[in-house]
C-alpha cells in the first residue's frame, strides 16, 4: 500500500491559516484541478477571461488595453475563444458585431456578448450563434450603455447596464428582454465610480457610489446609505470597487485608499474594516463563498475574511478569478486552482490536534489498515461514532483526490462496523456522488465541482450540461448508474444525440436514419417526430421523412409528414389511425394544397376520407357534392340529393324547380337500376302536377301534401269523384281508400255515414275498424253498435279497447275461456276494482262450475 | 364490491369547471341546446353560477349575445359540429359588424376538432375567440348505467360514416382505465370497437405516466365487453317488456326524468325523476305483465300500514302522524302514478303494446307473415305513427332476411306519408336496418334466381368473381342477423319465468336474449369457470364468438396471462358503441344477478328503435 505512507505525513500542508492561528483561526486552502492545456498559447495578461461558475467553460477576448472593450476602430477583427475549464479550446468565435462592453456566462452556460446598444448576443458553448435578444436601454438612441454586469438573478441569468447617461436599467432576464429603467442617482454631476448588482431574494437592487456617497438604488428609487468607515482613510477617499457575494447577502467596498468595507448588502451590519495598504486599483475583487473576499492584483491574491483578516498567495503568472458559491478558482497560465475555505468536517478529521471523533476514527482506520493494535486503542477513545462515520463521509465529499477520498470512506466502512443501527443511504449516496465527480472532472470533460456545488446544481442539470457538451454516452452512463427514469434519463439523452445526429451533415442521409432507429428502437419514450422535426430545420428532408415514419403516436406524426410533404402517406395513417380529426386536418391541408382533381384522385382511394370530405361539402360546399357523386358514378346518391333538393326547396315560385329535381332523381335511379324508386319518383311527378291543379283550383294547400292527404282532404271536401280518380290513377288499394274514407268520415262526426259504408256488401278493413275509428273520435256508443259484427275470436278484446268491461267478461265467460277473462280483469283492475273482483269470482266459478246457457239467463 | 362512480363524476366536474375558466369573472353562457340535458347530468346550474356564469342562453333560440350588467364576457359551449360551429361564427360576425364590444370564449364538446378551428379561420373571427375543449367522462345515469350521452352516434357512424365520436369514445375508455385500473380482460366485436381498441395505444404512448400512476395490480373494472350497434340492430327494433323499458318507449325517458304526459296524471305533464322514486326502483326490472300485481300488493300494504294507525293512543298517533303518515302518504302518491302510468300504457290510443307486441314476436318466430303484412298496410292507411312502421319493417328485414313483399310495403308509406319519406328509406337502407328479401320465393322467379345462382357459385364461372367484385356485400364485411338470432335464442332447457325474471330472455317474452346480454353471460362463465387460464379462456370464448357466424376480423379476445381469473369485486364493464338499450341493461342486471357479477352497463347513448329510426329520418 504504498499511497498509505504519503497520508502519514499531514494532510495539512496546503492549507493556510488566517488570522491569529489560535483555537477559532479558520484555514483556507489551495489546491490545483487542472494544468491547463493553453500553457503555450495563452497569455492571461492580454486577455479578458470570463469563466462560467459551477465549473462552467472558460471564454477569453484579447484586449490590448486590458480593458473589455472592443470597438470597431480596431481592424483586426476580435475572435472569442471558448475553452474548457481546462483549458481546451472547444470553439472560436470571430467577433464581427458592434461595440463589445461585457461578456458573460448565463446559468444555462451560454455565451452572453452585451453590445454598447444594449443588445445581447447569446452564443452556445459550441460557438454557434443562438440569438441576439433586442434590449431597448434608453429613450433616445444616443443613450448607449457605458457599462455592463451579468448577474445571476432568482429566475434566470439577468443583465444591468450604466448608461451613458448615468441612468441604471436592468433586465432581470435575458430570455424575455423586459428592461426596467431604475431611478435616477442624485447628483449626477458626479461621476459613479463603481457599482454592483445585489440580486438577494426575488428583488433586484443596485449599489452604486458617487466618490464617497453611497445609493441602493431601485426601480422606485434611489436611496443614500452610509457604510461607517472608521479610519479617516476610509472615510473620505471615493469609493472604487465593489463586490455582492453570489447569494446577494453581503457586500464588499474598497476605496481609493485600499480600505476594504465588508458588510451586509443592506447595509445594516459592518463586518469589518480592513486596511489592505496597497493603494494601486486592482485588477478583479470577488467573493470566495460567503466567507471571504479575494482581492487580485497582477501577480498578488489578498484573501480577507468577515473578521478583518487576511492572507496573500503569490502566483507566478497573471489570473483570473471566477467565483464560485463555496470558493473561488483562480485560472492562470499554467494551472487551474481554487482557493476554498477549509470546510468544517475536514478540518475536523485532518486538522492538526484534532480530537474530533472522526479524526480518531481516521487513525484508526489507517492503523488497521496496517495491521497495528493501536486501531483497537483509538476505536475506543470515539464516543460518538456515528457522527464519527459522518464527518469521514463528508469529508470525502470534500476531497478531490480519489485516493484521499477512498481512505476516508473506508475510514467511514471501517466506523460503520461499530454501529448496530446505520442507514447505509448516505454512504452509499456519497459514493455514489463521488463517482460523478470525479467523472466530471476528468481532464477530457472538466467539469471541476465541488460537492456542494453538485447538490445545489443537481444532477438533471448536470445531465443537461454534459449533454450540452456533448457528452451523451457520459450522461447516459450517469443516468444509469442512478437509475434514473427513462423519460429524464436515457430517453431523452438519446433524444438529444439523435437531434445532434441528424445536424452531421456528412453522414448519408439513409446510413443516419439507420443509425439512429438502430439506437432508439428499444426505447419507447423516444419521440420520433421531435428528431424528424429537428432534422427538418437542418434542411434534411430525406431523413427528416425517414425518421418521421418511426413514429408511432399518429396524431403527431400525421401533421409532420404533411409538413414533409409526404401527403399519401399522411392521408394512409390517418386513415389508418380512425381519428375523423386527423383525417379532417389532412382533407383540407391537401385540398388547399394540390389541385382538385389530383385531390379527388387521391381521396378517393380512401373510402373513409372520402365520405368525410363529403360531409364536409355537404355544409360547405354543397354544390361540389354532386360532382364527387357524378365522378363516383354513385348514381343512388346523387338521386338521394336530387330529392332532398326537389323537398327543400319550399316555395312555390320554385315550382318547376323542384319538378325538374325529381325528373332528374328518377333519371337517376333508372341509371342505377333501381327501377322501383325510378316509379317512386315518376308518380310523384305526377302527383306534384295534380297537386298543383288543385291547389289552383280550391286555393287550398295541397303541395306536398302526401298521396294519402291528398285524397282524405278531397273527400273532407266532398270530392267523392275527385278522390276516386286518383285512388285509380295510382293505384291505390281498395282496402286503403275504404280506411281513408272511414277515417274522415268518422273525423268529421259523421257517423250516419259511417253506418251507411257499414251496411256495404264487401267491408274489406272488417268491422275491427269501424270500432276503431268510433273510439278514436270519443264515440263509445256508436262503437257499441259494431262491436257485435267483430270477428268472434276478436270480440272480447274489442269490449275491452271500448271499455265495456262487464260484457267483455260476460262474452268470455261464456266462452269458457280463463285467459281471456284473466285478460279482461288486468285491463279494468286500475279502473273498476270491484269488476276486477267480480271476474276473480268468475274464474274460479269457471274453473269449479262451468256455466251452461241457463246460468247466464239467470245472471242477467 | 362495486366500484365508486362517483369519482367519474367529480372528474367531469372538475374538468367542466376548468373549461370554464376559459373566461374568467362574470359571463354569458350560450349553449347548444343539444347540449343541455348532457349538462344538467353533470352539473347544476348553482355550480355554473359558482363559475361565474350570470345568464345562460340557448344557441339555436337566442340571437347574437349583448352585453348584460356590463357583463361583457360571452362562452359558448357547442357540440363539435360544423352547423353549431358556423352559428357561432354568424353571431360574432353579426356581432362585429354592429360593435358590439364583447369578448369570446367557445368551448367545443366533445374535443375541438380541427376543422373547428379552420372554419374560425377562414371566417376571419379566430383572433376575437379563445378556443377551447371540454371533453366529460362517461356520465353515471344510474349506479350502473353510465352514457355518453351522444345522441346522434348511429347516425354519424353507419349513415355518414363518420369516425369523429371515436377519438372522444377512447378517450372515455381509456379514462376508466386511469381511474378505476387497466382492464385485464378485452372482448370486442364489431369494427368501430376494434378501432376503438386501436386507439388505446396511442393514447397509451401520449398519457403513458397517466395510466403508471395507476399502474396497480388489482384494477377495479378488470373485464371490458365492447360491442358495435351494428352486431345486433334487432334488439332496439323490439320492444322490450321490462317496465322501465316500456315506459321509455311509450312517454320517453331522458337522463333520469321520464316525461309523463296528461294522460297519466290526468293534470299537466310533469316531469317525473326517477331518482325520487321508490316504488320504480322495485318495479322497473319487472316485466310488464308482473307490475300490476306488485303494485296492488303494495297497495294493499300501505293501506294495511294506514289501517294499523287506528288502535293507536294518542301519543302513538302522534308519532304516527309526524313521521310514518309522510312516507305512506308519499308512497301512495308514486302508486297512484304508476297506476296512472300503467293504465295510460294499456289504453294508449296511439300506440297498441300488446298488437305491436305479437306482432314483433310473430317476426322473430317467422310466422304469421300474412297478419304482419296486414296490420302494416292497415296501420299506413290510418296514417298511424311512422316510426313504428318503420320499426317493424326493419325488424323484418334484420330478423327474416329482408322485408317480403317490399315493393307494396314501399308504396304505401310513400303514399301515405308522403315522398320526403325516399330518403328515410334510403338512409334506413344505407345504415342496413331495411333491404328487400333475398330469398327465394316459390315460384318461376325464384326458380330462375336459383339456377343463377348454382351458375356463379361454381369456380369456373367468369360471372363469379365478377359479382363478388360488384356487389355491395363483399365490401363490408358481412353480419347475419339471423345467424345472431338463432345463436341467442332461449336453449330449451331453460323456463323462462316472467315473474321471476330468471333469464336474460324474459323481456322478450323468453324467446332470445339481446346478443350483448348472451355474449356477456358467455365471456363472465367462462371468467368463473374453475380451471381457466387465459390461453383456454380466451379459445373458449373465440369458439364462443365462431357459434354467432362473425367474421374473424371483427372479434378480438385478449386476457392477460398474470392476472387474476377476474378480479376483486367480480366487476365487469359492458359497452355498445352506438347506444345501449333499455332492455338490454334490464337484460344485463338479470344475467349479473345470476352470475354474481356486478356488470355496469355502458353506452354511447341510452338509445331505443325510436331513437335510431328518428335518426335515419331527420338527418
Redesign the interface.
Same mark, same amino acid.
Given at each position: 500500500m504504498s499511497f498509505l505512507t504519503e497520508f502519514d505525513r499531514p494532510l495539512t500542508t496546503d492549507w493556510i491559516s488566517i488570522g491569529d492561528g489560535d483555537e477559532t483561526s479558520e484555514f483556507y486552502r489551495k489546491i490545483e484541478l487542472y494544468d491547463m492545456e493553453w500553457t503555450s498559447q495563452i497569455d492571461i495578461e492580454n486577455y479578458a477571461v470570463v469563466g462560467a461558475s459551477y465549473g462552467g467553460p472558460i471564454a477569453i477576448i484579447k484586449d490590448d488595453k486590458k480593458f473589455l472593450r472592443v470597438t470597431p476602430q480596431i481592424p483586426v477583427k476580435p475572435i472569442i475563444s471558448i475553452f474548457t475549464a481546462a483549458g481546451r479550446l472547444i470553439s472560436s468565435v470571430k467577433w464581427d458585431s458592434g461595440v463589445l462592453i461585457r461578456m458573460g456566462w448565463s446559468s444555462s452556460e451560454d455565451l452572453l456578448c452585451v453590445q454598447e446598444d444594449g443588445n445581447i448576443l447569446v452564443y452556445n458553448l459550441f460557438g454557434a450563434s443562438k440569438e441576439t435578444v433586442q434590449c431597448l436601454i434608453g429613450s433616445e438612441s444616443k443613450e448607449k450603455a457605458f457599462e455592463a454586469e451579468i448577474f445571476p438573478s432568482n429566475n434566470g441569468t439577468g443583465v444591468a447596464y450604466l448608461t451613458t447617461k448615468g441612468n441604471f436599467v436592468v433586465v432581470n432576464n435575458y430570455r424575455n428582454a423586459r428592461a426596467t429603467k431604475f431611478a435616477q442617482v442624485p447628483f449626477s454631476d458626479i461621476k459613479i465610480t463603481s457599482w454592483t448588482v445585489v440580486a438577494a431574494n426575488r428583488l433586484t437592487h443596485i449599489v452604486a457610489a458617487r466618490e464617497t456617497s453611497v445609493y441602493r438604488v431601485d426601480a422606485t428609487q434611489a436611496e443614500q446609505v452610509f457604510p461607517e468607515f472608521v479610519s479617516v482613510a476610509g472615510m473620505n477617499s471615493a469609493i472604487t470597487f465593489m463586490a455582492a457575494s453570489l447569494n446577494g447577502v453581503h457586500i464588499a467596498l474598497l476605496t481609493e485608499s485600499g480600505i476594504l468595507w465588508m458588510g451586509s448588502s443592506d447595509f445594516g451590519k459592518k463586518y469589518c474594516e480592513h486596511t489592505l495598504g496597497l493603494r494601486t486599483k486592482p485588477k478583479q475583487m470577488v467573493w470566495c463563498g460567503s466567507k471571504a473576499v479575494v482581492i487580485s492584483w497582477d501577480t498578488t491574491l489578498v484573501l480577507v475574511n468577515l473578521a478583518g483578516e487576511s492572507i496573500s498567495f503569490t502566483m507566478d503568472s497573471q489570473f483570473a478569478l471566477i467565483p464560485e458559491i463555496d470558493c473561488v478558482r483562480v485560472v492562470g497560465n499554467t494551472t487551474h486552482e481554487i482557493i476554498q475555505k477549509v470546510p468544517r468536517e475536514t478540518n475536523s478529521v485532518f486538522g492538526i490536534g484534532s480530537v474530533e471523533p472522526g479524526s480518531v476514527l481516521f487513525l484508526a482506520s489507517n492503523e488497521y489498515a496496517k495491521g497495528s493494535h493501536k486501531a483497537d486503542e483509538y476505536i475506543r477513545t470515539i464516543n460518538n461514532m456515528n457522527k464519527a462515520v459522518e464527518e469521514c463521509i463528508s469529508a470525502a465529499g470534500h476531497e478531490f483526490y480519489p485516493p484521499t477520498q477512498k481512505l476516508l470512506l473506508k475510514a467511514a466502512q471501517f466506523g460503520k462496523c461499530f454501529l448496530t443501527k446505520y442507514n447505509p443511504e448516505g454512504f452509499v449516496h456519497m459514493c455514489q456522488m463521488l463517482r460523478i465527480l470525479n467523472a466530471v472532472k476528468d481532464y477530457k470533460i472538466a467539469i471541476p465541482l465541488t460537492y456542494i456545488q453538485l447538490e445545489k446544481l443537481t444532477i438533471p442539470v448536470l445531465i443537461d450540461r454534459l449533454v450540452m457538451r456533448r457528452q451523451y454516452s457520459l450522461a447516459i452512463k450517469i443516468a444509469e448508474f442512478l437509475k434514473l427514469r427513462e423519460s429524464q434519463g436515457r430517453s431523452r439523452i438519446l433524444a438529444h444525440w439523435a437531434c445532434y445526429k441528424v445536424g452531421q451533415t456528412h453522414i448519408e442521409e439513409g446510413k443516419l436514419a439507420d443509425e439512429i432507429y438502430e439506437k432508439l428502437k428499444s426505447d419507447t419514450n423516444i419521440s420520433y417526430s421531435e428528431i424528424a422535426n429537428k432534422a427538418f430545420e437542418a434542411g434534411r428532408k430525406k431523413l427528416a421523412l425517414k425518421l418521421a415514419r418511426f413514429e408511432v403516436r399518429r396524431s403527431i406524426q400525421v401533421p409532420l409528414l404533411l409538413q414533409l410533404g409526404d401527403k399519401d402517406t399522411a392521408l394512409h395513417n390517418a386513415v389508418e389511425s380512425g381519428d375523423a380529426n386527423l383525417i379532417y386536418e389532412v382533407l383540407l391541408n391537401l385540398r388547399d394544397s394540390m389541385p382538385l382533381g389530383q385531390f379527388q384522385m387521391l381521396i378517393r382511394k380512401q373510402p373513409m376520407a372520402q365520405k368525410l370530405y363529403i360531409k364536409y361539402c355537404k355544409i360547405f360546399k354543397p354544390e361540389s357534392v354532386r360532382d364527387i357523386y357524378d365522378q363516383e358514378d354513385d348514381f343512388e346518391a346523387q338521386a338521394a340529393l336530387f330529392i332532398k333538393e326537389s323537398y327543400s326547396s319550399q316555395s312555390e315560385s320554385k315550382f318547376g324547380a323542384r319538378l325538374s329535381s325529381l325528373i332528374s332523381a328518377q333519371e337517376m335511379y333508372k341509371k342505377s337500376k333501381n327501377e322501383f324508386m325510378a316509379s317512386v319518383c315518376e308518380e310523384q311527378v305526377r302527383l306534384l302536377k295534380y297537386q298543383q291543379t288543385l291547389q289552383q283550383q280550391y286555393g287550398k294547400d295541397f303541395i306536398d301534401l302526401s298521396l294519402r292527404d291528398t285524397i282524405k282532404e278531397l273527400l273532407s271536401m266532398k270530392e267523392l269523384k275527385l278522390a276516386e280518380k286518383l285512388r285509380s290513377e295510382f293505384k291505390v288499394s281498395e282496402k286503403m281508400f275504404w280506411s281513408i274514407r272511414l277515417q274522415t268520415l268518422g273525423e268529421h262526426h259523421e257517423w250516419s255515414e259511417v253506418e251507411k259504408m257499414s251496411k256495404a256488401k264487401k267491408v274489406p278493413g272488417g268491422f275491427e275498424e269501424f270500432v276503431e275509428v268510433c273510439l278514436q273520435y270519443s264515440n263509445r256508443a256508436e262503437a257499441h253498435k259494431y262491436l257485435s259484427r267483430v270477428k268472434e275470436d276478436l270480440q272480447v278484446k274489442y269490449y275491452v279497447m271500448a271499455r265495456y268491461f262487464e260484457e267483455a267478461a260476460d262474452i268470455a265467460y261464456e266462452r269458457k275461456n280463463e285467459n281471456e277473462l284473466l285478460f279482461v280483469r288486468s285491463s279494468c283492475i286500475t279502473s273498476d276494482r270491484s269488476l276486477a273482483e267480480k271476474i276473480e269470482g268468475m274464474v274460479t266459478q269457471l274453473r269449479t262450475a262451468p256455466p251452461d246457457r241457463g246460468n247466464r239467463s239467470s245472471r242477467k | 364490491m362495486p366500484p365508486d362512480i362517483g369519482l367519474i363524476r367529480g372528474v367531469s366536474r372538475e374538468n367542466l369547471s376548468r373549461a370554464l375558466r376559459l373566461k374568467r369573472g362574470k359571463k354569458i353562457l350560450i349553449i347548444d341546446s343539444k347540449l343541455t340535458a348532457t349538462l344538467d347530468l353533470i352539473a347544476n346550474f348553482r355550480f355554473l353560477q359558482d363559475h361565474g356564469v350570470e345568464k345562460v342562453f340557448q344557441l339555436e333560440k337566442c340571437g347574437p349575445p349583448q352585453p348584460i350588467d356590463s357583463i361583457n364576457q360571452c362562452l359558448y359551449l357547442i357540440r363539435s359540429d %360544423?352547423?353549431s360551429a @358556423?352559428l357561432v361564427c354568424d353571431q360574432i360576425n353579426s356581432n362585429l359588424n354592429r360593435n358590439v364590444q364583447m369578448t369570446y370564449g367557445v368551448i367545443v364538446v366533445p @374535443?375541438l %376538432?380541427?376543422?373547428i378551428s +379552420?372554419l374560425f379561420e377562414s371566417e376571419g373571427i379566430y383572433e376575437h375567440v379563445t378556443l377551447g375543449q371540454y371533453a366529460y367522462e362517461l356520465i353515471p345515469i344510474e349506479d350502473h348505467v353510465l352514457s355518453l350521452e351522444f345522441d346522434d352516434i348511429v347516425a354519424q357512424l353507419w349513415l355518414?360514416?363518420? +369516425? #369523429?365520436? %371515436?377519438?372522444p369514445i377512447s378517450k372515455a375508455l381509456f379514462n376508466i382505465r386511469g381511474i378505476y385500473g387497466d382492464f385485464s380482460h378485452v372482448v370486442a366485436v364489431g369494427h368501430y370497437s376494434q /378501432?376503438i381498441l386501436?386507439?388505446q395505444?396511442?393514447y397509451e404512448?401520449?398519457y403513458? /405516466?397517466n395510466l403508471k400512476a395507476h399502474n396497480r395490480q388489482e384494477s377495479d373494472i378488470p373485464t371490458l365487453i365492447i360491442v358495435d350497434r351494428d352486431i345486433d340492430f334487432v334488439t332496439p327494433m323490439m320492444i322490450p317488456l321490462s317496465y322501465e323499458a316500456v315506459l321509455d318507449e311509450i312517454f320517453g325517458i331522458k337522463g333520469r326524468i321520464i316525461m309523463l304526459g296528461s294522460e297519466v296524471t290526468g293534470k299537466e305533464p310533469v316531469k317525473h325523476n326517477i331518482p325520487n322514486d321508490k316504488v320504480f326502483e322495485k318495479v322497473r326490472n319487472l316485466h310488464f #305483465?308482473q307490475v300490476?300485481s306488485y303494485l296492488?300488493a303494495q297497495e294493499k300494504e300501505t293501506r294495511r300500514l294506514q289501517d294499523g294507525s287506528a288502535g293507536l293512543n294518542l301519543q302513538q298517533m302522534k308519532k304516527f302522524v309526524s313521521t310514518d303518515l309522510q312516507k305512506i302518504q308519499a308512497l301512495k302518491k308514486m302508486l297512484v302514478l304508476h297506476? $296512472?302510468a300503467?293504465?295510460a300504457i %294499456?289504453?294508449h =290510443?296511439k300506440v297498441n303494446l300488446k298488437k305491436l307486441v305479437d306482432l314483433q314476436d310473430n317476426i322473430i318466430d317467422n310466422v304469421d307473415n300474412k297478419e304482419t303484412i296486414n296490420y302494416l298496410?292497415?296501420a299506413?292507411?290510418? #296514417?298511424f305513427d311512422a316510426t313504428r312502421i318503420l320499426r317493424l319493417f326493419c325488424l323484418s328485414s334484420l330478423a327474416q332476411d329482408g322485408l317480403r313483399d317490399s =315493393?307494396n310495403l314501399? +308504396?304505401?308509406f310513400?303514399? #301515405?306519408? $308522403?315522398?320526403?319519406h325516399?330518403?328515410t328509406l334510403?338512409n334506413l337502407e344505407k345504415m342496413g336496418l331495411l333491404y328487400n328479401f333475398k330469398g327465394l320465393e316459390v315460384n318461376a322467379k325464384g326458380m330462375a334466381q336459383v339456377v343463377t345462382k348454382v351458375a356463379s357459385a361454381s369456380p369456373f364461372s367468369s360471372s363469379a368473381t365478377a359479382t363478388a367484385v360488384g356487389s355491395p356485400s363483399s365490401k363490408t364485411v358481412h353480419i347475419s342477423p339471423q345467424a345472431i338470432l338463432k345463436k341467442s335464442a332461449t336453449p330449451s332447457n331453460i323456463m323462462v319465468d316472467l315473474v321471476t325474471a330468471n333469464h336474460s330472455s324474459y323481456i322478450f317474452n323468453g324467446k332470445f336474449s339481446p346478443f350483448v346480454a348472451k355474449l356477456t353471460e358467455e365471456v363472465l362463465s367462462v371468467l368463473v369457470a374453475p380451471k381457466m387460464n387465459s390461453a383456454l379462456a380466451e379459445r373458449k370464448i373465440d369458439d364462443h364468438l365462431k357459434g354467432y357466424h362473425i367474421p374473424e376480423k371483427l372479434t378480438s379476445v385478449k386476457f392477460k396471462a398474470t392476472s387474476e381469473a377476474y378480479g376483486r369485486g367480480r366487476n365487469a364493464l359492458v359497452f355498445v358503441v352506438g347506444g345501449i338499450t333499455r332492455g338490454e341493461v334490464a337484460a344485463l342486471q338479470t344475467i349479473g344477478r345470476n352470475i354474481g357479477f356486478n356488470i355496469i352497463c355502458a353506452g354511447t347513448d341510452i338509445t331505443n328503435g325510436t331513437k335510431i329510426i328518428n335518426l335515419a329520418t331527420t338527418s
Open positions: - | %360544423l352547423m @358556423r @374535443r %376538432l380541427h376543422v +379552420t355518414h360514416k363518420d +369516425t #369523429s365520436y %371515436l377519438a /378501432n386501436r386507439m395505444v396511442e404512448r401520449i403513458t /405516466n #305483465s300490476v296492488i297506476f $296512472g300503467f293504465d %294499456l289504453h =290510443k298496410e292497415d299506413m292507411a290510418r #296514417s =315493393k314501399k +308504396t304505401q310513400i303514399q #301515405s306519408y $308522403g315522398y320526403k325516399l330518403i334510403h
